[in-house]
């Protein structure tokens, strides 16, 4: 006979502790799963997981349910205890790690809010560190939403994503459609770097020895994916020529590139510069200009018009702008951003002072945005503290213009190092004075596409 003192495990627990304490104990179950390729058992109740899934309620229940012990081969026993803690209590809980194989199996089962919180965990977790891993997981398990959303993290970040202990751990596939991307910017010496560091970690998973030649086994067509006529000429030498990673064959190809600057098209290489992913769209504030456009002097720039943005007409169509600018840093131009009608032409014309270095005429159509950015196939060198000059003629439907100069930083303003700045950019029609007292003006360019180099 029981002793009335005796402290029964039902006793004080709620409800979500007690279902948790005949899961953990394996109390009165009446199924049983094997989870993964090992087939390990997890047991549980019938009730339960007939009770929140539809899945498991026809699984389980009525003529056609499933007899003896259940196999799940694509969900291995740790996510299923996770997913099963999540049945039993409401609550769960999930890491960068493994949120994509709980995600998987509550999609699978049809627990819907369980699929909601982990998406929601995902959206507020993709940072430089966790991007690549979230990536891996979502080619693997086709969760294309947060593939997108993980590879605009990269596109944006690259250099720092790439840079992330996470990315030595993803799979061949995952590293392929990252180093395959045009629209990235790092520069290939860094992106050469941490694809050895990945090379270097997949040898020790597959408990291969570190050397150029598992290194080139390893990423097999990948290599090519590395835009090595794009390096710089004595890295490529002190750090690549040396070794084993190519052939002499490959090396002379390249070597060949460095020298005679024509690609050959016969080779696997790839010789497009990747450009776009970390671009900085310069804003060109509306601001009064008060001093000539050649003063150093810094505060010279006036501050912020009052004048409203939104009540700007669509005027501009068939006439020449021009936006003149330097930069602080070396850079590169990758393109420009006009204010947009549905259907135009625009020739753009890039010149320094000695000569035109861009020049050619686009065709915008099914714009349907106030702004539109024009990108250049090829990215435009620009040299710092060099004044440059974008020319433009728009032809078509009518376009909105705007005042748009961005104004001198402050020496005392505070900037990041990576930040790249705008000195003394002014928009205007080419009827206008190029020096003096300036006011304000129109223009077509409310931004610039750079990249510091």
């Given amino acids: 006979m029981a002793s009335s003192d005796v402290e029964h495990w039902q006793c004080n627990k709620t409800l979500p502790q007690c279902m948790t304490y005949m899961l953990d104990n394996e109390i009165m179950c009446d199924v049983t799963f094997l989870l993964g390729e090992e087939r390990q058992e997890v047991h549980a109740h019938k009730y339960m997981l007939a009770s929140r899934s539809p899945v498991f309620h026809a699984m389980l229940e009525g003529p056609m349910a499933e007899r003896g012990k259940i196999e799940i081969p694509d969900i291995e026993k740790d996510i299923f205890h996770v997913f099963l803690r999540y049945v039993y209590t409401d609550n769960v809980s999930v890491t960068v790690d493994n949120v994509l194989k709980v995600m998987y199996a509550s999609k699978k089962y049809c627990v819907d809010l369980l699929t909601k919180q982990c998406n929601n965990f995902v959206k507020r977790n993709i940072t430089n560190e966790s991007a690549c891993v979230f990536m891996d997981s979502a080619l693997m398990l086709q969760e294309e939403d947060i593939y997108k959303s993980c590879l605009e993290k990269v596109k944006r970040n690259t250099e720092s994503c790439v840079k992330s202990s996470g990315f030595t751990a993803i799979s061949k596939e995952t ?136 009540a700007c007409d669509w005027i501009s169509s068939g006439k020449k702008d021009e936006i003149i600018f330097q930069t602080i840093h070396d850079s590169k131009l990758f393109g420009i951003s006009l204010y947009s009608s549905y259907e135009y032409t625009v020739q753009i014309t890039v010149k320094d002072s000695d000569r035109c270095i861009h020049n050619r005429k686009y065709a915008v159509s099914n714009s349907e945005t106030e702004m539109h950015e024009i990108r250049f196939e090829s990215p435009v060198n620009i040299e710092a503290h060099k004044s440059y000059r974008v020319e433009l003629l728009m032809r078509g439907a009518k376009s909105r213009g705007k005042q748009n100069y961005i104004r001198k930083r402050s020496s005392d303003e505070s900037s990041s190092e990576d930040e790249l700045l705008i000195r003394g950019a002014k928009s205007r029609s080419l009827s206008r004075s190029l020096f003096g007292k300036i006011k304000s003006f129109d223009g077509q360019i409310p931004g610039l596409l750079l990249m510091k180099k």
């Fill in 175 to 310: 590293l392929k459609s990252i180093t395959a991307l045009d629209d990235i910017a790092i520069k290939e010496e860094v992106l050469f770097e941490q694809v050895m560091k990945w090379c270097d970690a997949e040898c020790g998973r597959q408990q291969l020895t570190e050397t150029w030649e598992n290194r080139r086994k390893l990423l097999g067509k990948v290599i090519f994916n590395i835009r090595f006529p794009l390096m710089d000429s004595k890295y490529f030498a002190k750090e690549i020529s040396d070794f084993g990673l190519l052939t002499d064959k490959e090396k002379v190809v390249i070597m060949n590139y460095f020298l005679l600057g024509i690609p050959n098209t016969r080779s696997s290489f790839n010789y497009k510069e990747r450009c776009f992913g970390n671009s900085k769209k310069v804003t060109l504030s509306p601001t009064y200009a008060s001093r000539d456009w050649g003063t150093q002097t810094s505060g010279d720039w006036g501050t912020q018009a009052s004048r409203d943005w939104g």
